[in-house]
């Protein structure tokens, strides 16, 4: 199950991500190029973190939508906008046939999930195999959401149960954010998945929060201390939250860009591309410092 879900959603004013968002450790404000911004119904292609070397003329493997539509023939969508039926934009797939696979359809469109295998001319994809799934590739950048502190003796527990609450939790977000310095701020679940039900999932009292900061540790837990008494881990960052935002707001210009998002936990603007490339993932290196820009590709090399 994956955490966002295990929680429920909590809406905190001024614009700050909710609870659910807190504890996937993403922002609300991820950005889908050419989606019209926050709030479009938007779903894109699962991405790989594996990338494309220089030169390479192998295979490509990836886990998408499939549609065709009488505006256009069949294409491997990166984007797909939620409507019935639903709406594609992508890329051309020569030598598809609907007969070969289960689909659905609505309104003269076709549809469905499939893993691909196929090559790419920088126009069109190509099967080299036949189409199966639906399944999804394992996206790199889950389930990562770890507490970096040693855990206490006798384990993660609240240092004031009084403050251990809902509210707590959502005025102990708001001041971190408020902090100079703030960077991310993450929940981790610590109960086993045997033993989550829908009432311990929502408890604070049983959630480490983590906040991590470029400044002082000490500083930002004090702020933390006074609205916050669940359990807490605060560590260090490399770049502070205005920082990320900044390089995504830069890194979202670069031609091909599918989207953008910020990952609260790595303290990394993750940039998604139909093709990786280590040449493009050398250069943001050489840019906006190593680690702060990690590429993802909707198309994985596998040869």
């Given at each position: ?70 505006a256009h023939g069949p294409q491997l969508c990166y984007y797909v906008m939620d409507s019935l039926p639903p709406q594609c934009e992508g890329l051309d797939i020569a030598g598809w046939k609907w007969t070969a696979v289960r689909h659905e359809s609505a309104n003269g469109t076709r549809w469905g999930e499939y893993t691909l295998v196929g090559t790419y001319d920088g126009e069109a994809f190509r099967l080299t195999e036949p189409a199966t799934g639906p399944s999804r590739l394992r996206n790199p950048g889950a389930d990562h959401l770890v507490t970096p502190c040693p855990e206490p ?151």
């Amino acid at each position: 199950m994956p955490l966002a879900s295990k929680v429920r959603d909590l809406d905190a004013p001024d614009g700050r991500p909710r609870r659910a968002d807190v504890a996937a450790g993403r922002l609300r404000d991820d950005v889908v190029a050419g989606s019209g911004g926050v709030g479009a119904s938007v779903t894109v292609a699962e991405p790989t973190g594996k990338l494309v070397p220089a030169g390479y003329d192998g295979r490509f493997r990836t886990s998408a939508t499939v549609l065709e539509s009488p505006a256009h023939g069949p294409q491997l969508c990166y984007y797909v906008m939620d409507s019935l039926p639903p709406q594609c934009e992508g890329l051309d797939i020569a030598g598809w046939k609907w007969t070969a696979v289960r689909h659905e359809s609505a309104n003269g469109t076709r549809w469905g999930e499939y893993t691909l295998v196929g090559t790419y001319d920088g126009e069109a994809f190509r099967l080299t195999e036949p189409a199966t799934g639906p399944s999804r590739l394992r996206n790199p950048g889950a389930d990562h959401l770890v507490t970096p502190c040693p855990e206490p003796e006798g384990g993660w527990q609240p240092v004031n149960p009084d403050l251990a609450t809902d509210a707590g939790l959502s005025a102990a977000v708001r001041r971190a954010r408020d902090v100079e310095g703030s960077s991310g701020v993450w929940v981790d679940q610590r109960i086993p998945d045997d033993e989550l039900t829908e009432q311990n999932a929502n408890d604070p009292k049983r959630l480490v929060l983590n906040v991590t900061t470029v400044g002082d540790p000490e500083v930002m837990e004090r702020e933390i201390r006074d609205v916050w008494g669940g359990a807490l881990c605060v560590s260090t960052a490399e770049r502070t939250m205005a920082e990320l935002r900044q390089v995504q707001r830069r890194v979202g210009d670069i031609e091909g860009v599918l989207s953008s998002s910020i990952d609260e936990v790595s303290a990394q603007v993750g940039v998604t591309f139909l093709v990786a490339t280590e040449e493009l993932q050398r250069e943001l290196d050489d840019r906006y410092g190593a680690g702060a820009v990690r590429l993802f590709g909707t198309l994985e090399p596998i040869d």
